[in-house]
């Protein structure tokens, strides 16, 4: 095993050693961005290129162009480097269109909210 000299570890530890690569960025308010790292600074600032939103609802799925893109560092959560040679959804997940993702978007925010409401309408019960 090769020594690894300071510089290196350091490397390892940065998002230098993601420069040049397709990434996979996991946002604070759950959003999944995907594109190629093309800079970044010491805040974790970023900026992707060719990126896209990954939305995913249950088991449909839909990539939203963006382009060029700059992620404010402080909004990341993580940050992780795609397999290109894998495939990155399992084949049951049905690729749809922009508009078909946002109604099932929506679709599962109102059964979520619907949820929420009934959850406090029975809270008086007291069921435990």
């Known amino acids: 095993m090769p020594y690894l000299g300071p510089e290196d570890i350091y490397l390892s530890t940065s998002l230098a050693s993601y420069l040049d690569r397709k990434l996979l960025v996991l946002l604070r308010d759950s959003r999944k961005l995907m594109g190629t790292l093309r ?5 974790a600032n970023a900026v992707l290129e060719g990126a896209c939103e990954r939305v995913i609802v249950g088991d449909l799925y839909c990539d939203i162009p963006l382009g060029l893109y700059v992620i404010r560092g402080e909004n990341v959560v993580l940050i992780g480097e795609l397999d290109l040679e894998r495939e990155e959804l399992p084949p049951h997940m049905t690729r749809v269109s922009v508009a078909e993702i946002r109604r099932a978007q929506k679709a599962e925010r109102e ?5 929420g ?4 309408r029975m809270e008086f019960l007291d069921l435990d």
């Open 39 to 43: 800079s970044f600074d010491q805040f």
């Open 111 to 115: 059964a979520t909210d619907l949820k």
């Open 117 to 120: 409401t009934m959850r406090k």
